[in-house]
T-cell receptor, first 114, second 114 residues
Framework: SAVISQKPSRDICQRGTSLTIQCQVDSQVTMMFWYRQQPGQSLTLIATANQGSEATYESGFVIDKFPISRPNLTFSTLTVSNMSPEDSSIYLC???????????FGPGTRLTVT | AQSVTQPDIHITVSEGASLELRCNYSYGATPYLFWYVQSPGQGLQLLLKYFSGDTLVQGIKGFEAEFKRSQSSFNLRKPSVHWSDAAEYFCAVGGSSNTGKLIFGQGTTLQVKP
């Protein structure tokens, strides 16, 4: 398995501002992902964070709103831009370590937009 | 379309009773199936997975799940529930195409009565 940390663990932000969430893994991983969990809902994949290239976004998510970086095999950031109250969610990063297809999740970042 | 359905939104069982959480999937290729648990304020923890082979898989915390291809199901079971099992349970499906993407069900909230 992999040990994943996220910063910040929670934040309260004003609408119109941006927040960058960091995801750090204790070992090199092949795949990293970002998910959103809206209040009382299940998880929805935002994008696949590709090392050294642009992220691959799922339908309904765009780079201008959720820019993602992945400069190396252990670190990624997700920015939530121009926030509105509808962006209030838990944002989780996940990784697939090696070729096991097992996917492990970080503790999440709880974002509240006022 | 690929999807995961967890028919039971909320289940209540008495401590010591047996538990079965249902999961049905729709997936065009060979499915990789997972169960995750999310305790209040916590991230997701992988309980067990099915990739191939024996259709009855054992996981952590005394959980097991059975893959039934004919019924497109992957139900989670535990013979005797403990109060600490109260949490949200998510079934997820991924593919053998090595994209790593997971599709999650809506989740089942488990409440345990003393």
């Amino acid at each position: 398995s992999a040990v994943i940390s996220q910063k910040p663990s929670r934040d309260i932000c004003q609408r119109g501002t941006s927040l960058t969430i960091q995801c750090q893994v204790d070992s090199q991983v092949t795949m990293m992902f970002w998910y959103r969990q809206q209040p009382g809902q299940s998880l929805t994949l935002i994008a696949t964070a590709n090392q050294g290239s642009e992220a691959t976004y799922e339908s309904g998510f765009v780079i201008d709103k959720f820019p993602i970086s992945r400069p190396n095999l252990t670190f990624s950031t997700l920015t939530v831009s121009n926030m509105s109250p509808e962006d209030s969610s838990i944002y989780l990063c996940s990784v697939v370590a090696g070729y096991t297809y097992e996917q492990y999740f970080g503790p999440g970042t709880r974002l509240t937009v006022t | 379309a690929q999807s995961v359905t967890q028919p039971d939104i909320h289940i209540t069982v008495s401590e010591g009773a047996s538990l079965e959480l249902r999961c049905n999937y729709s997936y065009g290729a060979t499915p990789y199936l997972f169960w995750y648990v999310q305790s209040p304020g916590q991230g997701l923890q992988l309980l067990l997975k099915y990739f191939s082979g024996d259709t009855l898989v054992q996981g952590i915390k005394g959980f097991e799940a059975e893959f039934k291809r004919s019924q497109s199901s992957f139900n989670l079971r535990k013979p005797s529930v403990h109060w600490s099992d109260a949490a949200e349970y998510f079934c997820a499906v991924g593919g053998s195409s090595n994209t790593g993407k997971l599709i999650f069900g809506q989740g089942t909230t488990l409440q345990v009565k003393p």
